[in-house]
């Protein structure tokens, strides 16, 4: 219950998604249009679905640390 409230919660949302737009910045300073333009898309998602920007962000983190 106090999960869902936190994931919930209205400066969560905020903040992921924020979050996942400074991704696709770097993603697109970086050279990598197609993950940036992914990760826009998660982003406009991720306001309703809290859960899902915070796995992008784990994913690209994983993709980041296998470089």
């Known amino acids: 219950m106090v999960l869902r409230k936190l994931l919930g919660s209205r400066a969560t949302r905020a903040f992921t998604v924020g979050s996942v ?10 050279g990598n249009r197609f993950r940036a333009a992914a990760l826009l898309v998660v982003a406009v998602f991720a306001w309703k679905w809290t859960v899902l920007g915070v796995a992008a ?11």
């Open 57 to 67: 962000q784990g994913v690209v983190k994983l993709l980041r640390a296998g470089r």
């Open 21 to 30: 737009l400074l991704e696709a910045k770097r993603a697109v300073e970086g």
